[in-house]
Nanobody
């Protein structure tokens, strides 16, 4: 079973920044496409960003383009999500998941996630 652990969430004021980390445990993250997803109370889960195993293919949700940056350090078995200019609507539990590269340009099409690969999530709260 693939085990991913998210961290880096917290409370931040609008306009602030956070960097989330997704660390793989017990397997080599380098061979997997990794996606970040979020879910706010009462809302459907949304694909935020996705990065291929090589890092050469990346997708973002329109709602975060220009503000969020996904990256990976395979040597550290870690994928990051740098979130800048945070808005109240970015508040959610953020999850990472491993999978393989699919067809399409949207996050959900690109990130074909594997069941059981999802982390427990990290809470992001954006409030003044």
């Amino acid at each position: 079973q693939l085990q991913l652990v998210e961290s880096g969430g917290g409370l931040v004021q609008p306009g602030g920044s956070l960097r989330l980390s997704c660390v793989a445990s017990g397997f080599t993250l380098a061979v997997y496409t990794i996606g970040w997803f979020r879910q706010a109370p009462g809302k459907e889960r949304e694909g935020v960003s996705c990065i291929s195993s090589s890092g050469n293919t990346i997708a973002y949700a329109d709602s975060v383009k220009g503000r969020f940056t996904i990256s990976r350090d395979n040597a550290k078995n870690t994928v990051y999500l740098q979130m800048n200019s945070l808005k109240p609507e970015d508040a959610a539990v953020y999850y990472c998941a491993a999978g393989h590269l699919g067809d399409g340009s949207t996050v959900d099409d690109m990130c074909v996630t594997l069941p059981g690969s999802w982390g427990q999530g990290t809470q992001v709260t954006v409030s003044s």
